[in-house]
């Protein structure tokens, strides 16, 4: 199992089009750092739990405003892509058929499959605070943070913060992986499986836009995803949090169940 | 899983047997009520026109897809609950080579060996650097699998099949895309892997490409298996035809059947029959004796391709 999901890892990794993914994740924050320094200081942006206008005073607000921004789009798209490949990539190649006459169970490769995609999640999170950090740092330096709240906190419990928030997003952006692998059993066209997850969460965010759709708000997937702005209250503020954790729960459970029921069955005829 | 390793060519003597084996698509039967035995130790040459089920067929035998109707074994395993039991002593090559584009051939082999829970970690660099030997590949390992010929593909899958000791080999029409040499090449070593013991399942579209290697011969037509035996007993079923070119036909067809040739028949020059147990030279002294003007006599015995092409026929028509 360690072997075979240390191949898998490799091989994600070793995709060209996923290093330039990489790269492009850490060009957001890199891109909001120079843009904001170059402009002399932050455009007022409404103030709200965006940290963007709060990028000026204190780089640490970097990552935080990145994750912001990244969210809606370029995370999911990255799971989008790498979930692509997981299984109707390897059925498009022909080498599903000779992973599973090795052979690989198909519970087995389902679960490697799905833990190199929570590997791909950490991994771009990670790569998007880094270079948050590592920009914001450099222009603006490290300060302690004001919070929402208005009182203030030191560095370290700042850089802690950060980190719970960037295990927050991975935890939303692996419920999203559950989804992507679900439908990546589904078909033998990896780009079906990237579209089909983007239209799913951008329907998702725009659901939650639509405040006649109240009631539905609290089963959506992404409605708390940008609950980790909490974190940056004094105290932090737990609720949204954890009721987000609970649903990215509850649709990992669901979508990787669907997965399993898809795959143990299925005819490969790739 | 499947901690104990099943004796080696368990089964009662059988690598692969099926009963009753189909496979229905919609309205369709792509394989229809298959009976395939491959006695273990056997070169077993599966063989039909493209579209005959033979690749169905062997998806079915490795647990790929799932038969509509039937049973199978696979070196004694009953599938598909004996699949993980089963298949790593199963090296497979099904419809072609498929591998990660952008890695090389020997990246490619350790990705398959690292999948396998059975294989030894330890000793992976030294068994995909034999099995790269083993089929020529050593000087192309460091290459990306993208710049591969088809003929270095279809290699690199049957290295692919060599990484662990195998008891059967399923090898799907193996020499596609190899040109002449290549395929003697894989004759050869087909031939070697059945010395030591190894029970192969070499499916083709071409007899001629098998048949110097295969001891036993399935044919497929249209989803059904037309006929299945040693490569002898195919040979006994076939009958050798006498021709005899003579002015004189009339006397010859007396003589001919006191020889024991039956089914005679007139033909522009002579006459046609099937011979009984008199060997050709006696019935010419015979002929000869009785003055019979002998200017040729043949005994023809028809190649195992025409009964081939009998069985599978020979129309370019495609199953709807």
């Given at each position: 199992m360690a072997s075979l999901l240390r191949s898998e890892i490799g091989l994600m990794m070793s995709?060209?089009?996923?290093?330039?993914?990489?790269?492009?994740?850490?060009?957001?924050?890199?891109?909001?750092?120079?843009?904001t320094k170059l402009s002399g200081g932050g455009g007022e942006h409404g103030g709200g739990a965006d940290f963007i206008s709060q990028v000026t005073q204190n780089g640490l607000f970097v990552p935080l405003a990145s994750l912001t921004l990244e969210l809606t789009l370029f995370l999911p798209m990255a799971l989008a892509m790498v979930s692509g490949d997981a299984i109707a990539g390897e059925a498009h190649q022909g080498t599903l058929r000779y992973l599973l006459t090795v052979p690989v169970s198909r519970v087995r490769l389902l679960a490697v499959k799905y833990l190199a995609l929570v590997f791909g999640a950490f991994v771009a999170v990670t790569v998007v605070l880094a270079a948050g950090l590592i920009a914001g740092t450099l222009l603006f330096g490290a300060r302690p943070m004001i919070t929402l709240s208005g009182t203030t906190i030191g560095v370290?419990?700042?850089l802690w913060r950060l980190a719970i928030a960037g295990l927050y997003v991975v935890a939303g952006l692996c419920a999203?992986?559950?989804?992507?692998?679900?439908?990546?059993?589904?078909?033998?066209?990896?780009?079906?499986?990237?579209?089909?997850?983007?239209?799913?969460?951008?329907?998702?965010?725009?659901?939650?836009?639509?405040?006649?759709?109240?009631?539905?708000?609290?089963?959506?997937?992404?409605?708390?995803?940008?609950?980790?702005?909490?974190?940056?209250?004094?105290?932090?503020?737990w609720d949204s949090i954890v009721q987000g954790l609970l649903v990215d729960g509850a649709y990992a459970v669901v979508f990787l169940l669907l997965a399993w029921a898809r795959f143990a069955g299925k005819d490969i005829t790739s | 899983m499947a901690a104990a390793d099943p004796p080696a060519q368990?089964?009662?003597?059988?690598?692969?047997?099926?009963?009753?084996?189909?496979?229905?698509?919609?309205?369709?039967?792509?394989?229809?009520?298959?009976?395939?035995?491959?006695?273990?130790?056997?070169?077993?040459?599966?063989?039909?026109p493209n579209g005959s089920g033979k690749t169905t067929t062997i998806r079915m035998l490795l647990g790929l897809i799932s038969p509509t109707t039937g049973r199978h074994e696979l070196l004694g395993h009953p599938m598909p609950d004996g699949l993980l039991a089963a298949l790593p002593r199963v090296g497979s090559l099904v419809e072609g080579p498929a591998f990660h584009p952008h890695l090389s051939g020997r990246a490619?082999?350790?990705?398959?060996?690292?999948?396998?829970?059975?294989?030894?970690?330890?000793?992976?660099?030294?068994?995909?650097?034999?099995?790269?030997?083993?089929?020529?590949?050593?000087?192309?390992?460091?290459?990306?699998?993208?710049?591969?010929?088809?003929?270095m593909k279809q290699r690199l899958a049957i290295a692919a099949a060599l990484l662990a000791p195998r008891d059967l080999l399923v090898l799907d029409e193996p020499t596609n895309g190899l040109d002449p040499q290549g395929t003697r090449e894989i004759r050869h070593l087909v031939g070697?892997?059945?010395?030591?013991?190894?029970?192969?399942?070499?499916?083709?579209?071409?007899?001629?490409?098998?048949e110097q290697v295969c001891t036993h011969v399935g044919v497929m037509r249209a989803g059904t298996l037309v006929a299945q035996d040693s490569i002898e007993g195919l040979r006994a079923r076939q009958r050798a035809e006498l021709v005899l070119t003579t002015p004189d036909p009339d006397r010859a067809r007396v003589v001919l059947?006191?020889?024991?040739?039956?089914?005679?028949?007139?033909?522009?020059?002579?006459?046609?029959?099937?011979?009984?147990?008199?060997p050709a030279e006696r019935i010419v002294e015979a002929l000869v004796a009785d003055g019979v003007r002998v200017r040729g006599i043949e005994l023809r015995t028809p190649k195992l391709e025409e009964l081939y092409v009998q069985l599978t026929g020979e129309g370019f028509d495609v199953r709807g």
């Open positions: 995709r060209r089009r996923n290093q330039m993914g990489l790269l492009v994740l850490a060009g957001v924050p890199v891109l909001l750092a120079v843009a370290g419990a700042g999203l992986a559950a989804i992507g692998l679900f439908v990546s059993t589904l078909t033998e066209q990896p780009i079906a499986v990237t579209v089909a997850v983007m239209v799913v969460t951008s329907a998702m965010w725009i659901a939650d836009q639509i405040p006649q759709l109240s009631f539905l708000h609290g089963w959506l997937l992404v409605d708390r995803w940008p609950a980790f702005a909490d974190l940056i209250r004094q105290p932090p503020v | 368990a089964g009662d003597g059988f690598a692969v047997r099926t009963e009753g084996l189909g496979k229905r698509y919609g309205a369709q039967d792509a394989v229809h009520d298959l009976d395939l035995v491959v006695p273990a130790g056997a070169v077993y040459g599966f063989l039909g490619n082999l350790t990705r398959l060996d690292a999948a396998d829970q059975h294989a030894d970690p330890a000793t992976r660099h030294t068994r995909i650097g034999e099995a790269l030997e083993r089929v020529g590949l050593t000087a192309a390992a460091g290459k990306r699998f993208r710049a591969y010929s088809l003929g070697a892997l059945a010395q030591e013991g190894v029970t192969v399942l070499i499916s083709s579209h071409l007899l001629s490409e098998v059947q006191r020889a024991g040739v039956r089914e005679l028949a007139a033909s522009a020059d002579g006459l046609t029959g099937t011979p009984g147990e008199q």
